[in-house]
């Protein structure tokens, strides 16, 4: 019988899903770990080089069935499961007009379909045990409109919000949810948007990786509601969007992502 703690985290080949899953293993976690290319192999053996468990599965979390068979093989290591991140999501810049409607449906199926979906399991999962943690990876883009991102943005405002619904609704169960809200950060997500053009194409506007997962974490533990990730520019410019108006935001928000001709 395993004594450690047990997470599966989505969307963890790299980025901050795989910092996160170097946070859980250096406390101990085994991981299940998913990602849609061969590269998440790898990944899992740079987790276990931290002395814990990773269990690597290769799914596409934009399809129903892919999604259905990473919790399967989650729940096939007969483990109770003590965390759960939501943390897959893809990003999309470029103008709404000229964007091709198919990549926005699949933003959508991975960034919303996929995250109730995969909820859905672990929450009927964890709820009977009555135990559990939930991190649920949105962004400070939900706390104001992304036009040049106009899909991604409400995908992740979606997040946000479904992620302080359900902790309304589990507060007597002992399940745990906490919404991430990472400011722009330094992994290959604006660069996989398209963005490279745009101010988020510039590593110098983005918050550190390590740091963010860190914030992330410690929130989850913590069991705040939301927590913003970044530097203390990024969770200024998160409090002031409670204030400023939707046009102001758009118009900022405008310049900063409007891909340079
Ligand atoms: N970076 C930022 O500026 C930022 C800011 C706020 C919020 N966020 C959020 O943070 C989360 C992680 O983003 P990131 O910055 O780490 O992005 P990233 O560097 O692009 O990493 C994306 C991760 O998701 C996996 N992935 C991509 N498409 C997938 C698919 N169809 N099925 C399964 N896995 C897939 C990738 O693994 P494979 O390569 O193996 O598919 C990789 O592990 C996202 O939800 C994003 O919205 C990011």
């Known amino acids: ?50 002395g814990v468990e990773a269990y690597p599965f290769k799914a596409d979390a934009s399809t129903y069935d892919d999604v259905e068979e990473f919790w399967k093989f989650v729940k096939s290591k007969d483990r109770k499961l003590d965390s759960a991140v939501l943390n ?13 409607l198919q990549e926005e449906l699949k933003l959508i199926d991975i960034n919303i379909s996929g995250t109730v979906h995969m909820a859905k399991r672990v929450v009927q999962d964890m709820v009977p045990n009555k135990e559990g943690d939930i991190l649920i990876v949105s962004s400070v883009s939900a706390t104001l409109p992304t036009p040049y991102e106009t899909v991604y943005g409400p995908s992740k ?29 330094n992994t290959s997500f604006h660069h996989n948007a398209g963005m490279d053009s745009t101010y988020f194409g510039d590593e110098k506007n983005k918050n550190n990786k390590e740091l963010v997962a860190q914030q992330g974490y410690e929130a989850l533990k913590n069991e705040l509601d939301h927590v913003v990730c970044g530097d203390e520019a990024t969770k200024k410019e998160a409090e002031e969007n409670k204030q400023t108006p939707e046009e102001v935001k758009a118009a900022k928000h405008a310049e900063k992502a409007k891909p340079n001709q």
Do not use: C, H
């Open 88 to 100: 897959v999501g893809i990003g999309m810049g470029g103008s709404f007009l000229e964007n091709d």
């Open 157 to 185: 405002a979606f997040g946000f919000m479904f992620a302080e619904s359900l902790r309304e609704e589990l507060k007597e169960t002992g399940v745990n949810v906490t919404a991430m809200l990472p400011g722009a950060t």
């Open 1 to 50: 019988m395993v004594n450690r703690k047990f997470v599966m985290i989505t969307g963890s080949t790299s980025g901050l899903g795989f910092e996160l899953a170097k946070l859980f293993a250096n406390d101990g976690y085994d991981v299940a770990m998913s990602g849609s290319s061969e590269d998440i192999y790898q990944s899992a053996k740079e987790i276990e080089k931290l």
